[in-house]
């Protein structure tokens, strides 16, 4: 039986999330906008996907992560190298890197995924344990090496052959995209390159968190800005490996394919997708972490996992969110993955609230248009002062309001669902414990 | 999950829990040492011992979260040494915490529904997109969930934030969160710290219930000689690490050196 309470407001939210994309929309396509809002519009709606994987990181899970311009540049600049290409030669020549760029990806997961088979942990783990009484340390520690080493290669061997394998296919599957009229293809790469893009900040995100996640918070906090100051050194020197990205002097000739229509409809999804986590058990054990990480490990949960998990998920909005500004100014610059910037986003989620996604969405859009409105508002030759005004307002508010704007409210069908209504059956103690004074 | 787990002794239903000469050094300082206990299922044992004995140490090292320097942990007659503490919980070891560790900003019915998580039979992607199992599973979660809050008297309480709770019903809701991982043995870390000799006379007719209800073995820490006396059938001495005395309460009440090391201090209060 399903009663009313039980029943999400979804439609409300959906009503007002349509009515916002179609006056943007409109607003646009009529000229009633100039381009530069247009702009700014699309660029809120981007930090507020980016921003929702850090909530997801820092909010939901609880774990302080600094290092999430850094998913943002990877997301940018890997969508940005398969869409450059082909959009500048439409022919078949290029898309052998775009297939192998996917079928590496898939190959580095089934490499886990192996190892994992494999149950390595827990077989270093026994044999490390099992080995200590029959030989002395040193010698079981190559044992454990070379086992390890073998394991390893074994998963290494599935990944590079699962990988070959899928490069033949997709780079077979792509030619048939190129065959479609061009605003199909172009759309279908669009999105190809942008799932690619988030993919891979996605896997970079896992494969660091493994190992850095095991630190508490602080300590996390700084190797996640060590990640991020990495690549932006590594963008800096790029055009060493990659000429096409151009390093320091900034990668030109993106194709412009970002539109409110994209930036939109990503936003949108990511919120779904994040909001059906969150209500699920899933997204409860997440939060669990956050609250207290010693209990939720003593109920059973795979804290490690989890935080990898969580990490991986809130790195790959970062991607998907890297590759809608790559493509919306059609210029990347290392300087915009500068760690400085980085902290835009932890902005914008303390600021809306951790663990709020209404907070985060909400808070993305005053952040733009209190910075870009400040420009209209204040007089010529004052336009700086926006960057006094807006700390002191950031000042304020953390002080009156430590929570953030909303705390972990959440606003229409992004709150909780309640339980459903039922007669819940309550077992008489007494009952029970005067047939047991007879039965004893 | 059973499969690559060493089984190292035939499993003896007189020994569900089985600790041989456990020990572990925190750089110089010996906390505990060959520490021995074995508990029947179904036993109901209690573990005593002034401040800073170890006690808590010991429950540490059966659930994961500490590794023994020497020794091994046998549960249902496979070592728990070396495995995470999730992987003990889904073995069927749950426990309490000294200082009460809820998740404190959640409701109380999320509470519960975290425990539950591991049996959850959905996966990731039935949860984003709602389809499969999930309705199904995550009604069904809801209303085990809920039953549960019952038996302890929290069902009016589900809704609310558990930090909220007062501190007896937060000892309530944590023991019922325990006991949703559906154990097999159960630990607690001194349930009566706290509380007032009301609230230790419910809680000590709820030890008693909910191991005949759950079918439960138990394992408790505790600091009131009351609560031990009263209920428990075979108690474990410790004092500096080491085992000084173990039997039943009216043993225990009249070994020299418990006295000495332990109620001596206390003279006679409370039993």
């Not at chain 2, 969930?145 to 501190?167: H, S």
Request: proline share 4%; with cysteine.
């Amino acid at each position: 039986m399903r009663t009313k309470a039980h029943l999400s407001p979804w439609a409300p939210t959906l009503f007002l999330a349509l009515g916002v994309y179609l006056l943007v929309f409109l607003a646009e396509r009529f000229g009633l906008m100039t381009p530069y809002w247009y702009q700014v519009i699309q660029l809120a709606a981007i930090t507020a996907i980016s921003s929702l994987g850090l909530n997801l990181i820092y909010g939901f899970n609880g774990q302080f992560s600094l290092g999430h311009i850094g998913f943002y540049a990877i997301g940018a600049y890997s969508s940005a190298l398969i869409t450059k290409d082909l959009a500048a030669n439409w022919s078949g020549t290029r898309i052998g890197p775009l297939a192998w760029m996917i079928a590496g990806q898939v190959g580095v997961l089934v490499v886990l995924f192996v190892a994992r088979a494999l149950r390595l942990g827990t077989v270093r783990a026994r044999l490390a344990g099992g080995l200590a009484n029959y030989l002395k340390p040193y010698e079981a520690g190559v044992l454990v090496l070379l086992v390890t080493l073998a394991l390893v290669s074994i998963a290494l061997a599935a990944g590079v052959f699962a990988a070959w394998g899928l490069q033949k296919v997709l780079a077979a599957i792509f030619q048939v995209f190129l065959s479609l009229p061009q605003g199909i293809a172009r759309s279908v790469v669009f999105l190809i390159a942008l799932l690619t893009g988030g993919a891979l900040a996605a896997l970079v995100a896992y494969l660091i968190g493994l190992p850095l996640l095991r630190l508490s918070s602080d300590y996390f906090g700084i190797a996640t800005l060590g990640f991020s100051v990495m690549i932006y050194t590594a963008l800096q020197n790029s055009d060493q490996v990659i000429p096409t990205m151009k390093g320091a002097r900034g990668m030109v000739g993106i194709p412009t394919w970002t539109t409110w229509t994209w930036v939109f409809g990503a936003l949108f999804i990511v919120v779904f997708i994040m909001r059906q986590l969150v209500h699920s058990s899933y997204g409860r054990a997440i939060i669990s972490v956050r609250e207290d990480e010693i209990a939720a490990k003593t109920m059973g949960i795979d804290v490690a996992q989890l935080k990898a998990t969580a990490f991986a998920m809130g790195g790959f909005f970062a991607g998907i969110a890297g590759g809608l500004y790559a493509h919306l100014f059609g210029f990347l610059h290392p300087s915009t993955f500068n760690f400085i910037k980085g902290f835009d986003p932890l902005i914008i989620v303390v600021f809306g609230g951790l663990g709020s996604m209404t907070g985060t969405i909400l808070a993305s859009a005053i952040f733009a248009l209190l910075i870009e409105g400040l420009r209209v508002l204040l007089p010529r030759g004052f336009e700086d002062w926006r960057f006094v005004i807006y700390p002191i307002i950031l000042l304020l508010i953390m002080l009156l309001r430590q929570q953030g704007l909303l705390g972990t409210t959440e606003w229409g069908w992004l709150r909780a669902p309640l339980p459903p209504e039922r007669d819940i059956p309550t077992p008489d103690r007494a009952a029970q414990a005067r047939v047991e004074e007879q039965e004893a | 999950m059973s499969a690559n787990l060493r089984v190292v002794a035939e499993y003896d239903s007189n020994r569900i829990l089985d600790i041989r000469r456990l020990s572990i050094a925190f750089g110089g300082l010996r906390a505990v040492s060959d520490f021995d206990l074995t508990v029947p299922e179904g036993g109901l044992y209690g573990l005593i011992g002034p401040n800073g004995a170890g006690k808590t140490t010991v429950f540490n090292m059966i659930t994961g979260l500490y590794q023994p320097t020497e020794g091994d942990i046998l549960f249902m007659g496979r070592s728990l040494v070396g495995l995470p503490p999730h992987t003990i919980t889904q073995m069927g070891v749950a426990r309490t915490f000294q200082n009460i560790r809820l998740f404190p900003n959640l409701t109380v019915l999320d509470n519960v529904r975290i425990a539950y998580h591991t049996h959850v039979g959905y996966s990731l992607a039935e949860a984003i997109s709602r389809l499969g199992r999930f309705r199904h599973q995550e009604r069904l979660l809801t209303e085990r969930a809920q039953d549960f809050l019952a038996v302890f008297g929290l069902q009016d309480r589900q809704l609310e934030i558990a930090k909220n709770l007062p501190y007896g019903e937060q000892r309530r809701l944590e023991i019922a969160r325990a006991l949703a991982t559906e154990p097999r043995l159960l630990l607690l870390d001194e349930p009566a710290a706290g509380m007032n000799p009301a609230e230790v006379e419910s809680l000590m007719e709820l030890i008693h219930f909910i191991r005949d209800r759950f079918k439960l073995t138990i394992l408790l820490i505790e600091h009131q000689m009351r609560v031990v006396m009263g209920i428990c059938e075979w108690i474990t001495v410790m004092d500096f690490g080491q085992v000084i005395a173990r039997g039943t309460a009216r043993d225990i009440q009249n070994d020299e050196r418990v006295i000495e090391a332990y109620l001596g201090k206390r003279t006679g209060r409370g039993i």
